[in-house]
């Protein structure tokens, strides 16, 4: 008899069938490959920065809460406890997982310096003083404190602001007040309800 991927995917089937038919009910079995995975891991319940669903998500992380040890990531689910998603995730959500635990994220602010072919690490000191620098230049060259009626309109339409969805309403509501300070007349945040 000649043994193809055809023989095998139906010989699973029937198996399966079989065992179900005969009463064997295979969730225990997998839950409580789930339990294993995670019990000695430590369970933080999060939100999905994706979108402004909001899905809730439960983190387990492995670590012995020394001062020198780095918890890491295991598992990542959806919480099903969480009003809007009860558990369940998207498929960027469900590889929320992959994206914590990549080795190509970016851990620290860069820059690429004027013609050059790459990037470059700086500190956070840096980058904020760079961006507070490029937003006062802006500012200084762009400011309008009159239209042309007169009217006195202090705005600046050199800059723009989104507001992202994985900021809270909270975060936003300042960044707006910042913003209006500035004078920047083109803003918008998808906050998140």
């Not at 997998?30 to 319940?45: D, G, P």
């Not at 990531?73 to 498929?91: F, Q, S, Y």
């Not at 723009?160 to 300070?181: H, P, R, S």
């Amino acid at each position: 008899m000649e043994f193809s991927r055809r023989t095998f995917i139906k010989g699973t089937l029937v198996g399966g069938v079989g065992l179900s038919a005969l009463g064997f009910d295979l969730a225990p079995v997998y839950a409580q490959t789930q339990s294993l995975k995670i019990s000695r891991a430590t369970e933080t319940r999060s939100t999905c920065p994706y979108c402004s669903v909001s899905c809730g998500v439960i983190i387990y992380t492995l670590g012995d809460k020394a001062k020198n040890a780095i918890p890491q990531v295991v598992h990542v689910e959806g919480d099903p406890d969480h009003p809007i998603n009860r558990g369940t995730l998207c498929p960027k959500g469900s590889s929320l997982q992959q994206d914590i635990l990549n080795d190509r994220r970016l851990l620290k602010p860069q820059v690429r310096r004027p013609g050059s072919d790459h990037w470059e690490d700086i500190s956070w000191d840096d980058a904020i003083a760079k961006i507070a620098r490029h937003v006062k230049d802006t500012r200084d060259k762009c400011f309008v404190a009159k239209n042309a009626k007169g009217e006195i309109v202090n705005r600046n339409p050199g800059i723009a602001m989104i507001g992202g969805c994985t900021d809270t309403n909270e975060f936003n509501y300042l960044q707006w007040k910042v913003i209006t300070a500035l004078g920047v007349p083109y803003r918008d945040t998808q906050a998140r309800v």
